[in-house]
């Protein structure tokens, strides 16, 4: 039936404006989104920018160049030289073991290198690139980029390694870098990122730990793109890292290169230092060790070779030695005295070859005895009696604080590795570490530099170097830091008495001047270079009363770990002194004989900035000096050039 006219024209109506609603409900939701996708497409662009690129970006470290290291007059004793190593990506070369055998074949691989690369290949995801084996010779290096088509996934790279040019010359001072092992990890709270860098090296001893953080320097790093699982596709972009700081000490190259040769095969150490600025020009502890060999991947028995050699050759004994002093203390003993007016320069004791005390008796060197001796004369000859007696009247506690107002007992802040305060032993420290009381036999030992007295090589160079001044000489080794030099510590007056400390003065004068004098033999005869210094002899052991009985009476007839140590300490020029020296010997037996030429020779190289003048030397010495100092000059060669290749576990 046909419907009404009306009725179509009301529904037509109907539909129109539903049709019109939906149109403009659909336009409005349009109109919605272009405007949110022009918000997002215009007004947050950058941050969903950042947002894909985070996801398909990675950033990664690069290490920076190490810092160097130079002596005071420029010349560099740390370097760094190009590393060829030999990387791994698992993905790309297919079976760990097959590609290992294949790149043997190529270069030297022992099968514990192979065993130790695949575990460290396996440790890593497929794409990450692993590190073979570095310090490679160019020559093996392009061996491999030869052979490239053949070697799926492995990819020669060069990099930086550590290089010390002057080998054991400077090896206990500037120390060496390593790998960053789980122990150097483990002693920081929050490891920087950098140290997360494979094989990154870091200071493991000497002023590379110490001063690992200036050295160093900062990361650079590289924009890379990888794929939705992280394979690297391309390298966007590389910035650099910031270089480490540059260092330069006060050690003296030539000087520091002498001191270790005059030491020669002995167990000893070196110390000079310059008066005026504290600086150390020499630090040379025998025998030494090349730092090149840590750096390279010492060998098992190279590192036994050291490890078990009774002469210690990885200790640093100008620091970390701690000696009984002998008689290089008894000027500590006589300024205790003068200070307080318990003697007179010029008051004389009469020394019998010993001294009784409380029952027992304490022996002179000299048997036979010194007769009446003062001051002057009791540190020339080195009467042990004389000090003896003084002992009794100034008391420990008198001998303990000219001690540490001397710099003695000190722990000086150097970057260096285990420095040693040494002891300035008094009643407390006896009472808390011995429970015990201190007694009258310990303040005459400690008199003389025995008994529980130690002190450093270092400390008995500040020492002598406060005595020939008396002023507050603090050791410094950092000249330069960035190129800016660094300040010379306040060297304040000691306020000891002009006169007391002329008298000492004197009897050092004497020890080597006077033919009385212990060190006379070791004299300097030219007047502008003369040495003012005092021998010593600590005693290590006592010969028993069965060996002597035996026959056994020198220390020459003693086994070597058992004679006494040797010791001499000398400041120079005497008028208007500019340095000061220490030397130790370990079991060298007596300071005289075997300390004392050691320290005139490296003194006059000093002095004369060289080899020592043959002149400086009495006439009848020179023909053995002149062989002496040629054999010196011809192992003091030129700076090593670097070497490639690996050293052999």
């Not at 662009?45 to 950042?50: Q, V």
């Not at 700081?245 to 003296?252: A, G, H, P, Q, S």
């Amino acid at each position: 039936m046909k419907r009404p006219a009306k009725e179509t024209e009301e529904s037509a109506r109907k539909i129109s404006r539903r049709a019109a609603l939906l149109g403009g409900a659909q336009l409005a939701f349009a109109g919605v989104l272009v405007l949110r996708m022009r918000s997002l497409q215009l007004g947050q662009s950058s941050e969903y920018r950042l947002l894909a690129d985070e996801n398909r970006i990675n950033i990664r470290l690069l290490p920076p160049s190490r810092g160097l290291i130079l002596d005071r007059n420029g010349v560099t004793i740390a370097s760094n030289v190009q590393n060829y190593r030999i990387v791994l990506v698992r993905e790309d070369a297919g079976e760990p073991r097959e590609a290992l055998e294949r790149l043997a074949q190529l270069i030297p691989l022992s099968e514990p290198e192979i065993e130790r690369a695949e575990r460290e290949i396996l440790r890593h995801r497929p794409f990450v690139p692993v590190t073979i084996i570095d310090q490679l010779s160019w020559e093996e290096v392009a061996r491999v980029a030869a052979n490239a088509p053949a070697l799926p996934g492995i990819t020669p790279e060069v990099g930086q390694t550590r290089f010390y040019p002057y080998g054991a010359d400077f090896a206990h001072a500037v120390g060496y870098v390593g790998p960053v092992s789980e122990r150097d990890l483990a002693e920081r709270e929050n490891p920087e990122p950098l140290l997360m860098i494979p094989r990154f090296q870091i200071g493991k001893i000497g002023v590379e730990r110490e001063l690992d953080d200036n050295l160093r320097g900062s990361a650079g790093h590289r924009r890379i793109e990888v794929n939705a699982v992280g394979r690297e596709m391309r390298e966007l972009d590389r910035q650099e890292g910031d270089p480490g700081t540059n260092i330069e000490l006060t050690l003296d190259r030539e000087l520091q290169a002498f001191s270790l040769a005059r030491l020669g095969e002995e167990s000893a150490s070196a110390v000079v230092m310059e008066i005026a600025t504290g600086n150390i020009l020499a630090l040379a502890s025998s025998p030494s060790f090349d730092p090149n060999l840590f750096v390279r991947g010492i060998s098992i028995d190279d590192y036994a070779g050291l490890r078990d050699n009774d002469r210690r050759p990885m200790s640093n004994k100008t620091v970390q030695g701690a000696y009984p002093p002998g008689s290089t203390f008894k000027m500590v003993t006589a300024l205790a005295a003068l200070e307080d007016g318990l003697a007179t320069p010029e008051e004389r004791v009469f020394c019998p070859g010993y001294l009784e005390v409380s029952g027992r008796r304490f022996h002179c060197w000299n048997r036979g005895g010194h007769g009446r001796v003062n001051l002057v004369s009791a540190l020339s000859e080195s009467c042990d009696v004389f000090f003896y007696d003084m002992a009794q009247r100034v008391g420990i506690d008198r001998i303990n604080a000219m001690a540490a107002r001397l710099g003695l007992g000190i722990r000086y802040d150097l970057p260096l590795s285990g420095v040693s305060s040494g002891l300035n032993p008094s009643r407390e420290w006896k009472r808390a570490r011995r429970d015990a009381e201190w007694v009258v036999g310990d303040t005459i030992n400690a008199s003389i530099g025995q008994g529980f007295v130690l002190t450093t090589p270092l400390q008995l160079a500040v020492m002598t170097a406060r005595l020939a001044t008396n002023r507050e000489i603090l050791p410094r080794l950092v000249h330069k830091l960035g190129g800016v030099e660094q300040p010379i510590a306040d060297q304040p007056s000691l306020g000891l008495s002009a006169a007391g400390l002329a008298q000492v003065r004197r009897g050092m004068s004497e020890v080597s001047n006077s033919n009385r004098g212990t060190a006379y033999s070791s004299r300097i005869v030219d007047a502008t270079m003369r040495m003012a210094g005092k021998t010593g002899s600590s005693q290590v052991f006592s010969i028993t009363a069965a060996e002597r009985a035996a026959g056994v009476r020198r220390q020459s007839q003693l086994p070597w770990n058992r004679r006494d140590h040797a010791l001499f300490v000398a400041f120079a020029p005497e008028e208007t002194p500019r340095y000061a020296i220490s030397v130790v010997v370990e079991h060298g037996g007596g300071g005289s004989s075997v300390a004392a030429p050691i320290a005139r020779d490296i003194i006059l190289a000093a002095q004369n900035r060289g080899l020592p003048p043959l002149d400086a030397y009495p006439r009848s010495q020179r023909n053995r000096i002149e062989s002496m100092i040629n054999t010196i000059s011809e192992q003091i060669g030129p700076a090593a050039v670097p070497t490639t290749g690996r050293s052999r576990a």
